[in-house]
């Protein structure tokens, strides 16, 4: 104790230290301390707002989602164009590159690329870019072994068209990107590619990126399934008639068109040369065209049933009745009109069946100019189908007021037209199916991938002819096959109604006919009482034998008998009961609808006496089923899609970020969703898209700042 | 025993229950937020996010058992040990300046290989100045106050080692040993006008050194122009910040740092306080701070309070020396003080600061037991 006590005393002798010093020591102690309280206030409490939307910026980053493209399938459910999945494609992240020289040496020798292809694409890219798509896995693999900097290797779906060539050039092909580029895949590109989705991904380091649950999403939708009227086994033997026909009349070219005439469904539909979609890039251009409906040709004699309906239909003349048929030699103008065979009279019926030029064009002479025309336009000649294929031809059709003296003459025989396959397969279907015209259906549905499902209904265009005119006429029909000149086309067991036709093809340069080219074709339909199939072939200058009812007819034989194996007996297609002509009801036609509230097109609908199908609910019309101008379906109902009014939510007006500074203008986007990306610093001096516009949330605005975006927008303008 | 010790004749205190207190909560948060900020690093290179953390572990333990032995042993016996530890100091770096001549190549190195153990001997220099001139003063008591008789040969042996720190090289290392260093000379007693003198050349020399590397002056020069442009500047600094930032006044929540995940560079080291501030907020890292303040203010009672000057000298020299590195490293993180790599004692991933972290605390700890720093009613309980 006694020592303690000493102690205790002894740290005030001896503290060998200072405390002046120590104070002066801590002191920088404590401003440094001060100084970090302090700007940590001012980091942590006061900016805590700016830097959490700053971390937000740099730390997450958007990704999109590729939607898988739709399915395109025939009527039983064939795949005609499917994804295949175990593809690669190869990417490049230029700013991640460390050596450019053993990149694109590498990429080259492996990919089988050209180097300054690789160069360029380079040079042009800042950021990322595909260097190749559909990339064989095992070639991936290669180029993934390397392990370079800025090359990705990543999952790639492609393209497949199972069947080949077979209806290649209905369903289309897409490009490396999977853009519909011909047929279908073109014309539903917007339904089959879906829409993509997007995920925000949080950066992890420089390079990687990584998936958090809680982070904003929104699922790609993928494509819709798009269902064909086609039939691919009736397609396949369509194509393969067609080829062996013009391979057999070493022709140039032919087109076949299959359809169900009650319906206006087509079956098939094809054109020669054909090509693969798979690798579309080895066939011409004129191979990829679906010419069924991209080409117009002069009908010839297949056109002559237009004057025979018509005189009939408006009562002019009498089947029995005789023509003098001129010999064969027949003055009109200018014009010198000959017939194949030499006849001195014919009966009105025999004309057709015979296909007599001279006789068809003094009968048809009965028709008044104006008439005519009407009946020509009201077969769908001179206007498109509707059938829906980019790149449809209306084919030529001039209207009265523009015709020379031999026109009227010219068009009775099927001369001075141009029509396509599809048109006159039409106008023959509305012979088959007692005078109303088809709208040609080639899709049947369309699937959403959330289940909606929009169906395509056979659709009547107009009523052409009179029920009795078109019984008439496909007894004529008939006739022409069994005692004229579609001899070749008569199938045992089953009575075939056609019509054949040779025109001598245009020389364009002189402006004359050729005297040795055709264009063969037949045009017919089975069974005479109940149709059930059509067809049309057409044959491009054959050579050697080139009549139509030599060249066109046997394939229709071929073909029909062919098919009448594998397509299903179908039960019989609605009667016409409108045997007594005042019942028929003319076809009600929609009106415009689409932008109208659904009070205003209740209304309207009302006084049309047509039923309104809503589907939706919403205050406006967004969709109408039936298209403004085309009849309305047999049940009176049209289908009208309302705006559920979703979108509205989700739209963005795009602020004026021009004078913010760049954190400004960045956070502003954040906090409304939207993605900013900034090029230049400064001051922000420009933005695409410019203020008021609407952008949808997840989508992103450019913003540029200061001087180096004002060269940088020069430049764009420039180039 | 009294023979070599020479502490019997003080009363035993009890070593510092305040000081073990924060060295203990020091070292739990420093675990907690390790395992936070390695997990990406280590998933990373390691392929495994927890490895890092397990290595961190058990250099903990090992370090809380040097912290025993170190608080076991009598303090004075360090005496002996002051002028070998800066022998062995000088031939360590000296291996180490031979071991960068042969792979020039290679850039600098900071470790040194000795069988399975690889230490930093920059380290060891910290603590071997603190002792060779805490035991010097102990020694020359008010010789100190003389140039030639007192500091000459204690500063002149330190900066041999601080230079071979420096040329290694490890410039802001060299100059944080030369800091401690004149704090130990200026708290010893020494005339201030001949630490004056000396300081004049030094900082002639820390400038020259400073102009001859692009990297170091471009480092100070965006120091100073910090506040214009700090993304580009200072991409850590602003990195930094986001963390802080983000951390806002309670903190994002244990392990959901996003700046950890390789965006932050040296996130499990020298940027560890951004992590923290991440993820326990404005809070947290004013309360690790506070925590190195109390630590701060226990070592330098102890010293005050020792009775032996040896035992002063070496209390405050090992508090400065944590204290120093741990504000340091704060204000670096915050952006106060231009980047430099240094490690936040306790916090940071790393072995040889950590273990001889805790063996200098375990030397205090000894000191304590003789430190009169209790309130008087305890001794007088004991009475």
């Given at each position: 104790?006694?020592?303690?006590?000493?102690?205790?005393?002894?740290?005030?002798?001896?503290?060998?230290i200072?405390?002046?010093?120590?104070?002066?020591?801590?002191?920088?102690?404590?401003?440094?301390?001060?100084?970090?309280?302090?700007?940590?206030?001012?980091?942590?409490?006061?900016?805590?707002?700016?830097?959490?939307?700053?971390a937000?910026?740099?730390?997450?980053c958007?990704?999109?989602?590729?939607?898988?493209?739709?399915?395109?399938?025939?009527?039983?459910?064939?795949?005609?164009?499917?994804n295949?999945l175990?593809?690669?494609?190869?990417?490049?992240?230029?700013?991640?590159i460390?050596?450019?020289?053993?990149?694109?040496?590498?990429?080259?020798g492996?990919?089988?690329?050209?180097?300054?292809?690789?160069?360029?694409?380079?040079?042009?890219?800042?950021?990322?870019?595909?260097?190749?798509?559909?990339?064989?896995p095992?070639?991936?693999?290669?180029?993934?072994?390397?392990?370079?900097?800025?090359?990705?290797?990543?999952?790639?779906?492609?393209?497949?068209?199972?069947?080949?060539?077979?209806?290649?050039?209905?369903?289309?092909?897409?490009?490396?990107?999977?853009?519909g580029?011909g047929?279908?895949?073109?014309?539903?590109?917007?339904?089959?590619?879906?829409?993509?989705?997007?995920?925000?991904?949080?950066?992890?380091?420089?390079?990687?990126?990584?998936?958090?649950?809680?982070?904003?999403?929104?699922?790609?939708?993928?494509?819709?399934?798009i269902?064909?009227?086609?039939?691919?086994?009736?397609?396949?033997?369509?194509?393969?008639?067609?080829?062996?026909?013009?391979?057999a009349?070493?022709?140039?070219?032919?087109?076949?068109?299959?359809?169900?005439?009650?319906?206006?469904?087509?079956?098939?539909?094809a054109?020669?040369?054909?090509?693969?979609?798979?690798?579309?890039?080895?066939?011409?251009?004129?191979?990829?065209?679906?010419?069924?409906?991209?080409?117009?040709?002069?009908?010839?004699?297949t056109?002559?049933?237009?004057?025979?309906?018509?005189?009939?239909?408006?009562?002019?003349?009498?089947?029995?009745?005789?023509?003098?048929?001129?010999?064969?030699?027949?003055?009109?103008?200018?014009?010198?009109?000959?017939?194949?065979?030499?006849?001195?009279?014919?009966?009105?019926?025999?004309?057709?069946?015979?296909?007599?030029?001279?006789?068809?064009?003094?009968?048809?002479?009965?028709?008044?100019?104006?008439?005519?025309?009407t009946l020509i336009?009201?077969?769908?000649?001179?206007?498109t189908?509707?059938?829906?294929?980019n790149?449809?031809?209306?084919?030529?059709?001039?209207?009265?007021?523009?015709?020379?003296?031999?026109?009227?003459s010219?068009?009775?025989?099927?001369?001075?037209?141009?029509?396509?396959?599809?048109?006159?397969?039409?106008?023959?279907?509305?012979?088959?199916?007692?005078?109303?015209?088809?709208?040609?259906?080639?899709?049947?549905?369309?699937?959403?991938?959330?289940?909606?499902?929009?169906?395509?209904?056979?659709?009547?265009?107009?009523?052409?002819?009179?029920?009795?005119?078109?019984?008439?006429?496909?007894?004529?029909?008939?006739?022409?096959?069994?005692?004229?000149?579609?001899?070749?086309?008569?199938?045992?067991?089953?009575?075939?109604?056609?019509?054949t036709?040779?025109?001598?093809?245009?020389?364009?340069?002189?402006?004359?006919?050729?005297?040795?080219r055709?264009?063969?074709?037949?045009?017919?339909?089975?069974?005479?009482?109940?149709?059930?199939?059509?067809?049309?072939?057409?044959?491009?200058?054959?050579?050697?034998?080139?009549?139509?009812?030599?060249?066109?007819?046997?394939?229709?034989?071929?073909?029909?008998?062919?098919?009448?194996?594998?397509?299903?007996?179908?039960?019989?297609?609605?009667?016409?009961?409108?045997?007594?002509?005042e019942?028929?009801?003319?076809?009600?036609?929609?009106?415009?609808?689409?932008?109208?509230?659904?009070?205003?097109?209740?209304?309207?609908?009302?006084?049309?006496?047509?039923?309104?199908?809503?589907?939706?609910?919403?205050?406006?019309?967004?969709?109408?089923g039936?298209?403004?101008?085309?009849?309305?379906?047999?049940?009176?109902?049209?289908?009208?899609?309302l705006?559920?009014?979703?979108?509205?939510?989700?739209?963005?007006?795009?602020?004026?970020?021009?004078?913010?500074?760049?954190?400004?203008?960045?956070?502003?986007?954040?906090?409304?969703?939207?993605?900013?990306?900034?090029?230049?610093?400064?001051?922000?001096?420009?933005?695409?898209p410019a203020?008021?516009?609407?952008?949808?949330v997840?989508?992103?605005?450019?913003?540029?700042?200061?001087?180096?975006?004002?060269?940088?927008?020069?430049?764009?303008?420039?180039s | 025993?009294k023979?070599?010790?020479?502490?019997?004749?003080?009363?035993?205190?009890?070593?510092?229950?305040?000081?073990?207190?924060?060295i203990?909560?020091?070292?739990?948060?420093?675990?907690?937020t390790?395992?936070?900020?390695?997990?990406?690093?280590?998933?990373?290179?390691?392929?495994?996010?927890?490895?890092?953390?397990?290595?961190?572990?058990?250099?903990?333990?090992?370090?809380?058992?040097?912290?025993?032995?170190?608080?076991?042993?009598?303090?004075s016996?360090?005496?002996?040990?002051?002028?070998?530890?800066?022998?062995?100091?000088?031939?360590?770096?000296?291996?180490i300046?031979?071991?960068?001549?042969?792979?020039?190549?290679?850039?600098?190195?900071?470790?040194?290989?000795?069988?399975?153990?690889?230490?930093?001997?920059?380290?060891?220099?910290?603590?071997?100045?603190?002792?060779?001139?805490?035991?010097?003063?102990?020694?020359?008591?008010?010789?100190?106050?003389?140039f030639k008789?007192?500091?000459?040969?204690?500063?002149?042996?330190?900066?041999?080692?601080?230079?071979?720190?420096?040329?290694?090289?490890?410039?802001?290392?060299?100059?944080?040993?030369?800091?401690?260093?004149?704090?130990?000379?200026?708290?010893?007693?020494?005339?201030?006008?001949?630490?004056?003198?000396?300081i004049?050349?030094?900082?002639?020399?820390?400038?020259?050194?400073?102009?001859?590397?692009?990297?170091?002056?471009?480092?100070?020069?965006?120091?100073?122009?910090?506040?214009?442009?700090?993304?580009?500047?200072?991409?850590?600094?602003?990195?930094?910040?986001?963390?802080?930032?983000?951390?806002?006044?309670?903190?994002?929540?244990?392990?959901?740092?996003?700046?950890?995940?390789?965006?932050?560079?040296?996130?499990?080291?020298?940027?560890?306080?951004?992590?923290?501030?991440?993820?326990w907020?404005?809070v947290?890292?004013v309360?690790?701070?506070?925590?190195?303040?109390?630590?701060?203010?226990?070592?330098i009672?102890?010293?005050?309070?020792?009775?032996?000057?040896?035992?002063?000298?070496?209390?405050?020299g090992?508090?400065?020396?944590?204290?120093?590195?741990?504000?340091?490293?704060?204000?670096?993180?915050?952006?106060?003080?231009?980047?430099?790599?240094?490690?936040?004692?306790?916090?940071?991933?790393?072995?040889?600061?950590?273990?001889?972290?805790?063996?200098?605390?375990?030397?205090?700890?000894?000191?304590?037991?003789?430190?009169?720093?209790?309130?008087s009613?305890?001794?007088?309980?004991?009475?």
């Amino acid at each position: 104790m006694k020592e303690r006590l000493e102690w205790r005393e002894r740290p005030k002798q001896s503290i060998p230290i200072s405390r002046g010093r120590i104070i002066a020591i801590l002191s920088p102690f404590f401003l440094l301390v001060l100084l970090t309280i302090i700007r940590l206030t001012e980091v942590q409490l006061v900016r805590h707002k700016e830097f959490t939307e700053l971390a937000e910026i740099q730390q997450l980053c958007k990704r999109e989602i590729e939607p898988s493209r739709g399915h395109i399938l025939d009527r039983v459910g064939s795949e005609l164009a499917v994804n295949l999945l175990d593809f690669t494609a190869i990417g490049i992240n230029p700013s991640e590159i460390k050596n450019r020289n053993i990149v694109v040496t590498e990429l080259s020798g492996i990919l089988q690329i050209d180097a300054t292809s690789i160069r360029k694409k380079l040079k042009e890219h800042t950021s990322f870019f595909w260097a190749a798509r559909k990339v064989d896995p095992a070639v991936a693999e290669q180029v993934r072994s390397l392990g370079l900097s800025g090359v990705i290797v990543q999952k790639d779906t492609k393209r497949d068209y199972p069947y080949l060539k077979v209806g290649g050039q209905v369903v289309g092909y897409v490009n490396v990107d999977n853009e519909g580029l011909g047929g279908i895949e073109l014309k539903f590109d917007h339904i089959l590619s879906g829409t993509p989705g997007w995920e925000v991904l949080q950066r992890y380091g420089r390079k990687s990126r990584i998936k958090d649950n809680s982070l904003p999403r929104r699922h790609a939708v993928n494509g819709g399934t798009i269902i064909l009227s086609i039939d691919i086994n009736a397609q396949a033997i369509a194509e393969e008639e067609l080829e062996k026909a013009v391979k057999a009349h070493d022709a140039t070219g032919g087109m076949i068109v299959i359809t169900k005439p009650a319906t206006g469904e087509i079956i098939a539909i094809a054109s020669s040369p054909r090509f693969d979609p798979n690798n579309f890039m080895d066939f011409s251009y004129i191979a990829r065209q679906n010419r069924s409906v991209t080409v117009a040709f002069e009908p010839g004699s297949t056109f002559k049933v237009v004057p025979f309906a018509g005189l009939i239909d408006q009562k002019l003349i009498r089947i029995d009745e005789e023509v003098y048929c001129e010999n064969g030699e027949y003055q009109i103008w200018d014009r010198m009109i000959r017939d194949t065979h030499l006849y001195q009279i014919l009966k009105a019926n025999e004309v057709l069946a015979k296909s007599s030029n001279i006789g068809t064009i003094k009968l048809a002479k009965r028709l008044d100019d104006d008439d005519f025309y009407t009946l020509i336009r009201d077969f769908g000649f001179g206007a498109t189908t509707g059938i829906g294929l980019n790149g449809e031809t209306r084919g030529l059709l001039r209207k009265p007021n523009k015709w020379s003296g031999v026109s009227h003459s010219n068009l009775s025989i099927g001369q001075g037209i141009g029509v396509t396959a599809v048109q006159l397969a039409i106008a023959y279907g509305a012979i088959a199916n007692n005078g109303l015209l088809m709208r040609p259906l080639l899709v049947l549905s369309v699937s959403q991938s959330d289940g909606k499902t929009e169906l395509f209904e056979s659709e009547v265009v107009r009523r052409v002819l009179r029920p009795s005119t078109a019984r008439a006429m496909r007894l004529l029909l008939a006739e022409a096959v069994e005692q004229g000149t579609g001899g070749n086309a008569i199938i045992e067991g089953i009575r075939v109604a056609g019509k054949t036709g040779t025109a001598q093809k245009v020389n364009h340069e002189k402006n004359e006919y050729y005297q040795d080219r055709f264009v063969s074709s037949f045009a017919g339909f089975l069974p005479v009482e109940q149709p059930e199939l059509l067809a049309v072939i057409v044959i491009d200058d054959p050579q050697e034998q080139y009549f139509g009812g030599t060249v066109a007819a046997p394939v229709f034989k071929k073909v029909m008998e062919r098919l009448m194996v594998i397509l299903p007996c179908r039960q019989p297609y609605l009667t016409d009961d409108s045997e007594n002509e005042e019942e028929f009801i003319e076809a009600r036609v929609a009106p415009k609808l689409v932008g109208l509230t659904r009070e205003e097109a209740e209304k309207i609908l009302e006084r049309k006496n047509i039923t309104p199908v809503w589907i939706e609910e919403g205050e406006i019309v967004i969709v109408q089923g039936t298209p403004p101008g085309t009849p309305v379906r047999a049940d009176g109902s049209i289908q009208l899609v309302l705006d559920p009014g979703i979108g509205k939510t989700e739209e963005i007006k795009v602020p004026d970020l021009k004078g913010m500074n760049l954190r400004q203008a960045m956070s502003t986007l954040t906090r409304i969703g939207l993605f900013p990306h900034v090029e230049g610093y400064g001051l922000v001096s420009d933005q695409i898209p410019a203020p008021g516009a609407n952008l949808m949330v997840g989508d992103s605005c450019r913003i540029f700042a200061g001087k180096r975006a004002e060269m940088q927008l020069l430049e764009e303008g420039e180039s | 025993m009294k023979g070599i010790t020479g502490l019997n004749s003080y009363p035993n205190q009890g070593r510092d229950l305040v000081l073990i207190t924060m060295i203990v909560l020091l070292t739990i948060v420093g675990l907690v937020t390790v395992y936070s900020a390695s997990s990406e690093r280590s998933n990373e290179d390691f392929g495994n996010p927890h490895k890092m953390f397990i290595k961190q572990f058990v250099r903990t333990i090992i370090g809380f058992g040097l912290l025993f032995i170190a608080a076991w042993i009598p303090y004075s016996i360090w005496k002996k040990f002051a002028v070998p530890a800066m022998i062995l100091c000088g031939f360590f770096l000296l291996l180490i300046f031979a071991s960068n001549l042969g792979h020039e190549s290679k850039g600098a190195s900071r470790w040194l290989h000795l069988g399975p153990v690889r230490f930093q001997p920059s380290e060891l220099a910290k603590f071997s100045i603190v002792l060779f001139i805490a035991a010097w003063s102990a020694q020359k008591g008010e010789e100190m106050k003389s140039f030639k008789k007192g500091i000459l040969f204690p500063l002149g042996f330190s900066m041999i080692l601080i230079f071979m720190v420096a040329i290694q090289p490890d410039f802001s290392t060299a100059v944080m040993l030369s800091v401690i260093a004149f704090m130990m000379i200026f708290v010893s007693g020494a005339n201030i006008k001949h630490i004056a003198v000396i300081i004049s050349p030094l900082i002639f020399i820390a400038t020259f050194f400073i102009f001859t590397s692009k990297y170091r002056l471009a480092r100070l020069l965006d120091f100073i122009g910090v506040g214009v442009n700090i993304e580009k500047a200072h991409p850590q600094v602003l990195q930094a910040w986001i963390g802080f930032g983000r951390g806002g006044f309670f903190g994002v929540g244990v392990g959901e740092s996003r700046q950890k995940l390789l965006i932050l560079p040296e996130a499990h080291t020298d940027f560890i306080y951004s992590v923290l501030g991440e993820e326990w907020g404005f809070v947290g890292a004013v309360t690790l701070m506070v925590l190195f303040m109390i630590l701060i203010w226990r070592g330098i009672k102890i010293g005050m309070r020792c009775p032996d000057s040896f035992g002063a000298y070496l209390a405050i020299g090992i508090t400065f020396s944590i204290g120093l590195y741990a504000i340091m490293n704060m204000g670096i993180a915050a952006g106060v003080l231009p980047t430099t790599g240094l490690p936040l004692p306790f916090i940071s991933f790393g072995g040889t600061s950590l273990l001889l972290s805790y063996g200098a605390m375990g030397v205090l700890l000894n000191i304590s037991r003789y430190s009169q720093t209790k309130p008087s009613f305890q001794s007088q309980g004991a009475i």
